[in-house]
């Protein structure tokens, strides 16, 4: 069997800072103000980097302009929540301490990780993902054994984990999903983010004993509320932290763009036309906000599952739909493939909750259906699809 070739540069996902490369360079150029040690951007400009320029159009002066630069740029926002909160993780990796996201899944905790360490430092990518088989020498850094075998401890040994390679060059590092890391790995990090060094006791005696942060290094890690259990933190290390809620997005016009912009871009990378009407992804991001709050957005009571109705899964079913849409045309109407894929999703966590996702239909769309929103009565004629 033969495959197509495909090009050694082809990824489908590019890092922040090759993606945004054409505004991470603008932006460097755009606002020439003070920046901590070792940061690409000002503080400033990493927060218009994130949250958007507000579709106004920035203008570099005529002594700032590059070539391969555009002298105008409207930067687009990338993650869709609170100015303030961005502000304050700016500020807290300013005065190089670190940075804890927390939130349910789903709430773009990893995306915004990523953002600040791509227009801070230019690299996103020294992480660490943390799971229940994290070791130290992750957090650290290892050996070689066959330089160690023959030559013994040595500098050219030593293989430094990616916080050890952000500590040397003033980067940004990141541990996603800390509280899955056992204690004990977790500690590794107290003594790092006190006293800024790593000792190296295999290397006593040598100029490579210790290793210590350069200017601007600093950390960022992520933790899901609900796994809190999983390996709940130290105090001390609570302590070396400065912690950002990252919440649900407040405004569902907001969800919808975003969950609409997301799946778009899926589809664009299969090279597959996006066909998934826009009263569709309303009443799909409606469906899980309500499920999410236990309320609907008239007031009334739903029945809240047990699994995380999050924005990430609502573009997993959008994404869904699109390429339903564009590799079935005709097959089926997209909408109703909806009901079939809320129950996956609903059931992720306890199969019994198929019967809450019933009594949403029974209750919010129902209603909705007799007040005369026409594409909810075609989803309460579909009630018969839960049955499965």
Not at 258 to 271: D, E, G, M, P, W
Request: proline share 6%.
């Amino acid at each position: 069997m033969t495959t197509a070739a495909t090009p050694d540069t082809a990824r489908q996902v590019d890092p922040a800072e090759h993606r945004y490369a054409e505004e991470l360079a603008f932006l460097a150029a755009y606002d020439g103000g003070p920046r901590p040690p070792g940061w690409r951007l000002t503080p400033r400009a990493v927060v218009t980097f994130i949250t958007g320029s507000d579709g106004r159009e920035l203008e570099l002066a005529k002594e700032d302009r590059r070539d391969g630069l555009p002298h105008k740029l409207a930067v687009p926002a990338k993650f869709v929540g609170e100015r303030a909160l961005v502000e304050r993780c700016v500020v807290t990796l300013a005065g190089e301490r670190g940075l804890l996201l927390v939130g349910e899944p789903g709430t773009a905790k990893s995306m915004l990780s990523e953002l600040l360490a791509a227009a801070v430092c230019g690299s996103s990518e020294l992480t660490v993902q943390g799971t229940a088989g994290t070791t130290e020498d992750q957090l650290r850094y290892g050996w070689n054994y066959a330089l160690l075998l023959a030559h013994g401890p040595s500098k050219e040994a030593l293989v430094p984990s990616p916080i050890l390679t952000a500590m040397r060059t003033g980067a940004v590092a990141r541990v996603e999903e800390i509280t899955r890391c056992l204690p004990e790995v977790q500690d590794a990090l107290v003594s790092l983010l006190s006293d800024r060094r790593i000792a190296v006791p295999e290397l006593a005696g040598t100029d490579g004993a210790t290793v210590p942060a350069a200017p601007g290094f600093t950390l960022i890690a992520s933790a899901n509320l609900r796994d809190r259990g999983v390996s709940e933190m130290s105090a001390a290390l609570k302590r070396r932290f400065n912690f950002e809620t990252v919440g649900p997005i407040a405004d569902l016009a907001q969800e919808t763009a975003l969950v609409a912009r997301q799946a778009r871009a899926a589809l664009t990378r299969v090279k597959a036309p996006f066909e998934v009407d826009e009263a569709v992804l309303e009443a799909l991001v409606t469906a899980f906000r309500d499920l999410r709050e236990g309320r609907s957005t008239e007031g009334w009571d739903v029945p809240k599952p047990s699994t995380v109705m999050s924005t990430a899964e609502a573009v997993a079913v959008a994404t869904s739909l699109g390429l339903a849409a564009a590799y079935f045309p005709g097959d089926r109407d997209v909408l109703s493939l909806l009901p079939g894929h809320l129950l996956g999703v609903v059931r992720k966590d306890d199969p019994a909750d198929g019967a809450k996702l019933l009594g949403y239909w029974d209750g919010a769309v129902r209603r909705r259906a007799e007040d005369g929103a026409r594409l909810w009565r075609r989803l309460w004629e579909l009630r018969d699809e839960l049955d499965n």
